[in-house]
């Protein structure tokens, strides 16, 4: 039985040396199925076995980052599904405890930067604070689905469907919207993996996505209170401009 599928997001083609881990890893426990996702020069989607319990998807370049997570989550066999780019280096012990977060009852671990540096924020930071105050979840603070080690239970995926894997923060709304168990964990160097990302606005496309489907579920003002202020009981009183 699969407990753990990792799905690996490169940018490029993963080193021999990486994929000889990668099936290190596989050998060492069982339960673990890596499959490496990543830009490829084939005109489809093709997976190829690439050792124990590791699998290489690639895929045309022009499909995009976020159909990488999709494919991959759609290939994946196991009870907890986790996502994690490899441009951040693969830590086991992390991994691990986000593990046994989902095990013991959290369907939804998201990790933040440990660092609290505002001036170092960019897109990626500020759009997941934005959003997570907009579902009420502050308390996720820079926390986000689309950047740094994410892990779901299987559950997550049922609701969401693979597809909607393409665009993370409608994940975070789907989740919070069906009252799930969502967590973050602070992980240091993130800021730094992420800084290139500055320019991005992809992720400020998702997130407003996302934004849109929490407001149409929760109305125009997204839930938050008008605080009585009756605006609409002002509108035979303004002045309208003359022509």
């Avoid at 975070?172 to 606005?201: E, F, H, T, W």
Wanted: net charge positive; glycine share 8%.
């Amino acid at each position: 039985m699969t407990r753990i599928s990792v799905i690996l997001l490169y940018r490029d083609t993963p080193s021999t040396e990486e994929k000889l881990m990668l099936s290190l890893w596989g050998e060492a426990d069982p339960s673990v199925e890596t499959l490496i996702v990543s830009p490829g020069s084939t005109d489809s989607i093709c997976k190829q076995e690439e050792g124990v319990r590791q699998w290489h998807i690639t895929y045309p370049q022009r499909l995009g980052w976020g159909k990488a997570r999709a494919i991959g989550g759609s290939y994946a066999k196991g009870q907890i599904l986790v996502f994690w780019d490899a441009s951040f280096s693969l830590r086991p012990d992390l991994l691990e405890r986000m593990a046994s977060l989902v095990e013991s009852g959290v369907s939804l671990v998201l990790t933040h930067p440990a660092e609290t540096r505002v001036e170092k924020l960019n897109n990626v930071w500020l759009s997941a604070i934005t959003l997570n105050r907009m579902l009420g979840r502050a308390d996720l603070r820079a926390a986000s689905a689309y950047a740094g080690p994410c892990a779901m239970d299987r559950s997550v995926l049922n609701l969401v469907g693979s597809e909607t894997l393409a665009i993370p923060p409608r994940v975070l709304v789907a989740c919070v919207q069906a009252g799930m168990n969502i967590a973050s964990k602070p992980v240091k160097g993130l800021l730094r993996v992420y800084a290139d990302q500055a320019g991005d606005s992809g992720v400020i496309e998702d997130t407003l996505e996302a934004l849109g489907c929490w407001i149409r579920y929760k109305g125009v003002r997204g839930g938050f209170t008008d605080y009585k202020r009756e605006r609409n009981a002002s509108k035979g009183l303004i002045r309208r401009n003359r022509s």
